[in-house]
C-alpha cells in the first residue's frame, strides 16, 4: 500500500507542522566535531562504513559551531578546555542538542583529580548519555535513536 492509495484523488497530504518541522530536525542533524580523547576513535568508526551514520542524515559533520546542531561531547573534558566547550555550546544555532559520549564525559572516568570536570553536565546541559569506557558505536547510534525519539515528541511550546 503506497501513499498515493492513502491520498486518493485529491492528492492532498495533510501534517502537523510540529509534526513536519520534527521530522526535518531528526532527518538534518549536523554534528559538531569534538573528539578529547580516546572516545573521539569510536565516534570515527560510527560514521564510517561499517555503521554508516549518513543513515541518519548525518553524513555532514561539521568542524564549525555555527553549522551544527548536535555537539557529541566525545572523551574527557579538562577544567581548562571546560571554557572553550561552553563556549563552543553558545556559539551553536537553536535548536541545539548535546551527547555526552563515555564515561570521562558523562562522569570523569576513572580520572580522579582535580584536571578533570567530573561530567560534562556541570558545562552545558545533556540530552542523552552513553556508557561505556569507550563506547562502542552502536552505543552511539542507541543514542542519536533515543535522541530522534525525544526530538520527534517535542512541542511547539517548547521551542521557545
Request: aromatic share 6%; hydrophobic share 45%.
Amino acid at each position: 500500500m503506497g501513499i498515493e492509495e492513502k491520498l486518493g484523488d485529491m492528492g492532498i497530504l495533510t501534517v502537523k507542522l510540529e509534526e513536519a518541522m520534527n521530522w526535518a530536525r531528526t532527518r538534518a542533524m549536523w554534528p559538531l566535531l569534538f573528539g578529547l580523547a580516546c572516545c573521539a576513535i569510536e565516534m570515527m568508526s560510527a560514521q564510517a562504513s561499517n555503521y554508516d551514520l549518513s543513515r541518519f542524515g548525518m553524513e555532514l559533520n561539521r568542524a564549525s559551531p555555527r553549522q551544527s546542531d548536535l555537539m557529541i561531547v566525545a572523551g574527557r573534558v579538562s577544567r581548562k578546555m571546560a571554557p572553550v566547550v561552553r563556549r563552543l555550546y553558545d556559539q551553536m544555532p537553536d535548536p541545539k542538542w548535546v551527547i555526552s559520549m563515555g564515561d570521562c564525559a558523562s562522569c570523569g572516568g576513572v580520572f580522579n583529580n582535580y584536571a578533570i570536570v567530573p561530567g560534562v553536565d556541570e558545562v552545558i546541559p545533556v540530552d542523552v548519555y552513553v556508557a561505556g569506557c569507550p563506547p562502542r558505536p552502536e552505543g552511539l547510534i542507541h543514542a542519536i535513536v533515543t535522541l530522534h525519539e525525544k526530538v520527534r515528541h517535542e512541542k511547539i511550546r517548547d521551542w521557545a
